[in-house]
T-cell receptor, first 114, second 111 residues
Framework: AQSVTQLDSQVPVFEEAPVELRCNYSSSVSVYLFWYVQYPNQGLQLLLK??????LVKGINGFEAEFNKSQTSFHLRKPSVHISDTAEYFC????????????FGIGTKLQVIP | ETGVTQTPRHLVMGMTNKKSLKCEQH?????MYWYKQSAKKPLELMFV???????ENNSVPSRFSPECPNSSHLFLHLHTLQPEDSALYLC??????????FGNGTRLTVT
């Protein structure tokens, strides 16, 4: 079994400022890690994923995340946010094998202030 | 066209009604899922179908009844719901080892 913790429920940030959304996980087996974004009245859209290989993963809309095994973290970053990045962001983990049993974090609401 | 389509987008029903949520995926995936999304709670996995067989049922009350007639379609039949069942119900699909693809959800309100 695994668990995912998103440490911040809400993150306000000014437009064009950098942002980091934090995610920590715990698992007894190897996991794959994901970030999803949810815009109002929509479902979840995959932002980026870490399966293996390079620990720095680049996703859509200028976001990137870094897998840190020693700190069991997978923080999401963007160097300069835009108003359109206002949404809720979910970190997720699932075990690397078998059918998917994904565990989601509780979500972080990013509010970009003009 | 999105890969996963859910209908209806909004549903209001009384506690004695019977209704169904529909999900269709156009991605050729072999697994489909129902999730419940409530405010200030993590997404709750309700049911998983893999190759049209139910492989996961996370202690969901019997007033929720899933149906997967084929690999492209998934239904959630609802009856005698409670107000606390009001939530966003999300359908997703995947191919084993690949990320979930979500629909836009059905916003359910139980009155």
């Amino acid at each position: 079994a695994q668990s995912v913790t998103q440490l911040d429920s809400q993150v306000p940030v000014f437009e064009e400022a950098p942002v980091e959304l934090r995610c920590n996980y715990s698992s007894s087996v190897s996991v794959y890690l994901f970030w999803y974004v949810q815009y109002p009245n929509q479902g979840l859209q995959l932002l980026l994923k870490y399966l293996s290989g390079s620990t720095l993963v680049k996703g859509i809309n200028g976001f990137e995340a870094e897998f840190n095994k020693s700190q069991t973290s997978f923080h999401l970053r963007k160097p300069s946010v835009h108003i359109s990045d206002t949404a809720e962001y979910f970190c997720a983990a699932f075990p690397s094998g078998g059918y998917q049993k994904v565990t989601f974090g509780i979500g972080t609401k990013l509010q970009v202030i003009p | 066209e999105t890969g996963v389509t859910q209908t209806p987008r909004h549903l209001v029903m009384g506690m004695t009604n019977k209704k169904s949520l529909k999900c269709e995926q156009h991605l050729g995936h072999n697994a489909m899922y129902w999730y419940k999304q409530s405010a200030k709670k993590p997404l709750e996995l309700m049911f998983v179908y893999s190759l049209e067989e139910r492989v996961e049922n996370n202690s969901v009350p019997s007033r929720f009844s899933p149906e997967c007639p084929n690999s492209s379609h998934l239904f959630l039949h609802l009856h005698t719901l409670q107000p606390e069942d009001s939530a966003l119900y999300l359908c997703a699909s995947s191919q084993e080892g690949s990320p979930l693809h979500f629909g836009n959800g059905t916003r359910l309100t139980v009155t």
